[in-house]
């Protein structure tokens, strides 16, 4: 693992520099293998970053959307990680549909649809099962528990490691949600944290030992790249260490 954190003075900044790295990483997979794909991810911190990449000239049949996570909404509904990510990005301009790949939330059943996911997801990338496919990149964001993706402290979902996807639990709602072993096989994982709130939980998190159960971003460890793109509230102390 490479990791590579770097604290920006604003979160415009940190906007910016996220847009650099996925051009040149989207760039990269492009030329060497006539595709890119990468998992979204959901709240406020990234939606700068797809307003600002619906403004760029993308090679977009060549670019295949996932997410890392998904709240057990409808589609259309305001806290839907997959309709914000349409609202900012994919549906201001031509994306190809059949480059979009949701996870589904419609049955009633998370479990099923996780499943479900899970296998579309194999199929996509022609993986057997107990392989994990490498995404060519995964956005990330960290709650201020220290949470990513759906992965929450003291879950049942941190011990799942024979699957892709797994069904995660915040509060007795359900969630879909990428699995450790699936993120820690992408060639890039992108964490993308800003504000004040977060300094307790990141330093939690980049101490040289602690529980990683009780601080979920600690599990991710990718084999490839690993990168902390930090705004200056929320890294302050980092950036003094």
Known sequence: MHKIIEVLAT????????QEIILSKMEAAVKSRNRFTIALAGGGTPQPIYEALAKQDLPLD????????????????PDSNQKMARSAWLDRVNFPESNIHPMPTGSGNPQLDAENHDRQIREFFGVDPGEFPSFDMI????????????????????????????????????RITFTIPLINQADCVMFLVAGASKRSALAQVFAPTGDANAYPSRFIQPQGELWWLLDAAAGEEIQKG
């Open 62 to 77: 060549q670019i295949h959307i996932f997410w890392g996570d998904e709240r057990y909404v409808p589609p259309d509904h």
């Open 11 to 18: 979160r415009e900044q940190m906007v910016g520099r996220s």
């Open 139 to 174: 956005l990330l964001g960290m709650g201020d528990d220290a949470h990513t993706a759906s992965l929450f402290p003291l879950t049942d979902a941190l011990q799942v490691c024979d699957r892709l996807v797994t069904v995660g639990n915040k509060d007795g709602q359900p």
